[in-house]
């Protein structure tokens, strides 16, 4: 029989995350698996996008975007981290910071190159390259802090490698790259001439002092760097899927044409709620979000070590790995599942993030809750001790 699915399906298949999430709808429990952000978004972003539906604009937009968040989105990128990016060739915006990767990967990458990869990593990156024909390679990072090796770096690379993807602040742990990491890979990179994929969409989730660096800042990479983000994160708007990549026009071009194939356009009225967004929230805003995020971390992190299940205190972002090994079951799914039966909290099972088999010991705890339903989610965790 012909008529069969492709390949690459069983790469598609539903994550983990949403069917912790799916699992937590069917037993009414507190879902602090999928990172879905239920916290307020800012009145001047819905507002925005309320006037701009009234005013009219519906239609298909520009594939790169509205020239107003395509200009919002340099003014705001040159106040924050000094990047100039020209709002005219150098921005596209895409159906959120996923769209923007798979539109990099469609632009950059053909079947059969390598990308590298951190582990633990967030799944739908290794998705999307597997998706676009592309092969992850994994280099591991080691708890507590994370870190990796110059070593691991160049054992992963072999003559088909083609690019590096750097998610920080990242997904799952909440690593926040240093200037020496990023200078080690910004090394590693022009070496070999690869490019550099970037994920920043937790850029203003610091903690303990942490300093977000763009790894296009870097010398060397200003030009082989395709930096992506969104502002479903720092919006709350995660259903909203505005995001964009920024980068050299010789790649931005191409990547706008392919955004133009897939999603046509990211929604016209609700980039123009986003780009007032960006244009009238300043550092106060995004400085109260850390302090806000921070008070949430802190608050999920004593529940899980009260009930026996350590965690490894981000840095950024906003979710948790924590030890479950003490929760009976055979592997991270078995004692997820567990811990939805006994307190009715649903997270990640670790091994969604690791290949091969690892992450038996860990899950994914989401802290971007309203107060009161985290401090229920921290209530019930508690019981287990």
Known sequence: MNLRLSERHAWVLQSEIRNMSIECDRVGGINLSQGVCDTEVPPVVRQGAREAMDQGINTYTRYDGLVELRQAIADKQRRFTGMAVDPEGEIVVSAGA????????????????EVIIF???????????????????????????WSFQRESL????????????????????????????LQTIAAF???????????????????????????AL???????????????????????????????ARWLQTIGHFNDLVYVCAPAPLQIGVARGLNALGEDYYEGLARQYLYKRDMICRALTDAG???????G????????????????????????????VAAVPGSAFYHEGGGEDLARFCFAKDDPVLAEAAARLRTLK
Not at 119 to 145: K, M, N, Q, R
Not at 155 to 178: D, E, H, L, Q, Y
């Open 154 to 181: 160049e054992r992963a690379w072999t003559s088909r490698t083609r690019a590096i993807i750097v998610n920080t602040p990242a997904n799952p742990s909440g690593k926040v790259f240093t200037a020496e990491e």
């Open 218 to 248: 870097l010398p060397g990479l200003g030009e082989r760097t395709i930096t992506i983000s969104g502002l479903s994160k720092t919006f709350s708007i995660t259903g909203w899927r505005v995001g964009y990549a920024l980068g050299d």
């Open 119 to 145: 582990e633990p990593f967030y799944g739908y990156h290794i998705s999307t390259l597997v998706a676009t024909g592309a092969t992850p390679v994994y280099v591991p990072l080691c708890p507590p802090d």
């Open 317 to 344: 972002a906003y979710y948790v790995l924590a030890d479950i090994s003490r929760l009976p079951g055979g592997n991270s799914k078995e004692r997820a599942m567990h811990l939805l039966r006994e307190t009715g």
């Open 98 to 113: 996923t769209g923007a990767l798979y539109c990099t990967c469609l632009a950059l990458l053909n079947p059969g190159d």
């Open 309 to 315: 299940l350590p965690p490894l205190v981000p840095q």
């Open 189 to 215: 990179a022009v070496h070999h001439d690869l490019f550099v994929f970037t994920d920043e969409i937790y850029e203003h989730f610091l903690y303990d002092g942490c300093r977000h660096l763009p790894p």
